[in-house]
């Protein structure tokens, strides 16, 4: 139910390639012979091998006379005997614990120990969590609470340490009436740990019956955090018990609480949860938290589930029945389901691979259908969610959902326009799946910046899958040697800059930012340049890889290690490393680059979607605004489908360069694709008549008249569709200019 020592290790230590050795360690894997030879580890089989008090003695030892390299030796050699956590407490406490604690503390600000040193420090927390968390450890501990003085001290501090692994059995000690003494020292220890208690015992409330109910609600009021104002709302609502409704009434008063609207403040607690704040997340770095439950017949139980999906799941609990008190009221307020919508999506998107979540099990419908059964302004309202915390997945679940559902009156949600702000998303993905959106819903009225949506849709045909990248480095050899790595794997690169403002005019000028490099020895340099980043509107969202020095990948570690767009790295790992890096980085904070065939898509789409304006001929949303880049995109399209499918839009563009252009293309054709391509001029010249130039006409005529019958016939339909006066087809009746 908690983190293994490898998760953890895994979670704070390097990625260099002596980090990489060291989580092989601690994962079991065993120290390779030649590393270990290298590290001064004694042979396995050799009858002087010392002892792990020795190991450990020496590595204290040599950390505090500065002798770094025998230091390392004696802990790597340590840490490759795969010490469990229980094993490894037992080691510390057969010596001075004190003395282990602080000078390993001091070994994690050495660059080259501190990996080593994280590793243990993980290794006996761990341990140590595992021995108090242990349901016999956590009964014998209970039982010490009516013992000596020094025995219940002891017992309260281990109790309080094991968290909320302990109030299931806590609880069943504070609700003992035949034991006062046992459930006056229990209570004492459940207002001890504090927040900890506070979900389980509100959980267990819910359920009770009233003498129980009692007795919590009461309890709940002696803890000093808010946390528990929604149950005890609740309860006082629900309750029909004037005893229970007191108790807990007189708790909110006890805590301030003002607002008592239940759904109100389980909503608001839902929030803290959607934002994993720290103060709702009982076990910092581990790999899994509690959800809690209760059975009148088995009393509090408790659920583990992976940290990634959590804060989700306690969100939509609380939500569930914010819903449920709205409904029996007023009915479910929009924000509510929004909120519940987009913690859904949330799980869904963070849910590590393969995991089977006991909080939304597989039987139950996916987060897009309740995304899109929701409707078009729940879908904005998780829109607007997502572009104010940066969230891109998000963001493109959410626009799925608008363009599945949205219709004329799509563009407004209370004051936001989420639809239009995702046009200047620092995502290309998101831009063109917001106009895409947009273009679905058909709006019927013009609206401030609608000359951005076709645009944004040409863009799509002319160039998805580019990608572009900027690396911000002082020294112009590191820039170049940096610049090569990414060009190599079809980056376009933007000039040399050692900060943002210094290319401020090419970056304006880029369609987007796919991958943004740091390139900065010191941590404060590196700072100041993430905080300009994510300041600025074109990279707020920019994924970014930081190489940087040693004594600067501590700290930025530490800085931006919870960070999922934001990775560093040292610059001394190599450029392959970087590449690798950078590779995994866009994956995570963006999907990934815009792939080839994920681009052809979107030229689809968008072609599809700009045929549908010219069909209507929408006014609020002209294609005529893309005319010159649908020109130049028939002009660089190298397959023929695309060709046909934009002067097919083309043609239903009232401008004589669309008309022009289709001809010129048709001209530069040949066989059946120029035939189609005269077809859509003909289409063209009906509608708005013809606008072609003299020398196009004169060509068209000449193929008239000499090409393949073929050719020929199409050709004659064009003139035909343009109307030619009778003296330029006079020579054609005439028989002069024949075809011989």
Known sequence: MTESFGERVRRISSISAKAALLLALVAGAGLPVAVAQNAGAANAAAQDRPSDAALLANFLHFVMIDNHELAENYGMELLGRGLSPSDFVKLVESGDTDRFLSVTRRATRLPNLANIADAFLALHQTGLLDRARDPDEISRNIQLLTGNLRGRLLAQERLVYAGEYAVPQLLTAYLDRNNISLSAEARKVLIAMGRQSVVPLGTAMMKMAPADQEMVADLLGQVPYRTSLAYLADVAQSTTTDAVRNAAQRSIERLGGVDADPAGLYQRQAEGYYSERSEVTSFPGESHQLLWSYDPRQGLLMTAVRTEVFHEAMAMRLLERAMELQAAQSGVAPDTLALWVASNY???????????????????????????????????????????????????????????????????????????????????????????????SSPAQAFPGSDRVVPTLASAIRGASDQYAVILAREAELYQRLRGVLEAKGYTVLPQGATLSDISAPLSEAPGIELLVVAENTGDRATQAVDAIRSNSKTMATPVLILTSPDGYIDLTRRYGADDTIAVRQLAAGDEAAWRSAEGLVETASGGPISESEGAEYRARSLASLRDLAVANSTVLSVGDAAPSLIQALNQASDENTRLAIADILARVNQARAQRAIMDAALNASGPERAALFTSVASSAKHFGGQLEERQVRRLMELANQGSDEEAASAASLMGALNLPNSSLLPMVLGKNAKN
Do not use: C, M, W
């Open 346 to 440: 949330k799980r869904d998107i963070g849910s590590p691979d393969g995991y089977e979540n006991p909080a939304y099990p597989a039987s139950r419908r996916g987060a897009d259908y309740f995304g899109v059964a929701a409707g078009p302004q729940v879908a904005q309202l998780v829109l607007g969610r997502a572009l104010d915390t940066r969230n891109t997945a998000l963001a493109r679940r959410a626009l799925s959902a608008v363009e599945q559902t949205a219709g004329v009156s799509a563009l407004n949600v209370d004051a936001r326009r989420p639809l239009l702000e995702a046009l200047d998303y620092p995502n290309r993905r998101v831009q063109y799946e917001a106009a895409l959106a947009i273009a679905a």
